[in-house]
Antibody
Framework: EVQLLESGGGLVQPGGSLRLSCAAS????????MSWVRQAPGKGLEWVSAISGSAGSTYYAGSVKGRFTISRDNSKNTLYLQMSSLRAEDMALYYCAKDRSAGVAATWDYWGQGTLVTVSS | EIVLTQSPATLSLSPGERATLSCRAS??????LAWYQQKPGQAPRLLIY???NRATGIPARFSGSGSGTDFTLTISSLEPEDFAVYYCLQRSNWPPLTFGGGTKVEIK
């Protein structure tokens, strides 16, 4: 059974940093691209970042480029999102999502339940 | 950046009725469009990819159509579990991958 379990969310002050993790199981992790998608309270979905299965390619939304870094450790079956210089508008539920292919195709067939990031002083 | 506009924002229907949801792109996305369903308190679920392909396990009452800039998600006969928010997503010209604002299908 495919499982994605996010962790690392919490309360952080504006300008602070946080690292999210997504532990994957039930599939060959290195074979598939992964993404982070977020959802602000009561709002719609926003794609944040993506990484290919081999970690050779990474992509970012303009709103987070230069502040967030996506990475993966295929030996640990874990996806990461290092977030820095956090702003109030980064406050959201962050989902990790598994793609259907090694390359980023944005056809996410499995999602975690999300980890909440709160940015407040 | 490609902007996706979904309409209507809210669709009020009864179980058994047909639902027609629209997604319009600000420029052509070919057929690189997906639809996701999200229920309250749950993660999104992939319904349709590449405009018209049902994802694994998705019932046949869900169908997608369109190409270029105009797309439609049709639910042929609404079941109680279909009342949710639906999002379209384009992967034609990215980054960024962009979602539409969503259509809420609510019980009338």
């Amino acid at each position: 059974e495919v499982q994605l379990l996010e962790s690392g969310g919490g309360l952080v002050q504006p300008g602070g940093s946080l690292r999210l993790s997504c532990a994957a199981s039930g599939f060959s992790f290195s074979t598939y691209a992964m993404s982070w998608v977020r959802q602000a309270p009561g709002k719609g979905l926003e794609w944040v970042s993506a990484i290919s299965g081999s970690a050779g390619s990474t992509y970012y939304a303009g709103s987070v480029k230069g502040r967030f870094t996506i990475s993966r450790d295929n030996s640990k079956n874990t996806l990461y999102l290092q977030m820095s210089s956090l702003r109030a508008e980064d406050m959201a539920l962050y989902y990790c999502a598994k793609d259907r292919s090694a390359g980023v195709a944005a056809t996410w067939d499995y999602w975690g339940q999300g980890t909440l990031v709160t940015v407040s002083s | 950046e490609i902007v996706l506009t979904q309409s209507p924002a809210t669709l009020s229907l009864s179980p058994g009725e047909r639902a027609t949801l629209s997604c319009r792109a600000s420029q052509s996305v070919s057929n690189y469009l997906a639809w996701y369903q999200q229920k309250p308190g749950q993660a999104p679920r992939l319904l349709i990819y590449d405009a018209s392909n049902r994802a694994t396990g998705i019932p046949a009452r869900f169908s997608g159509s369109g190409s270029g800039t105009d797309f439609t998600l049709t639910i042929s006969s609404l079941e109680p579990e279909d009342f949710a928010v639906y999002y379209c997503l384009q992967r034609s010209n990215w980054p960024p991958l962009t979602f539409g604002g969503g259509t809420k299908v609510e019980i009338k």
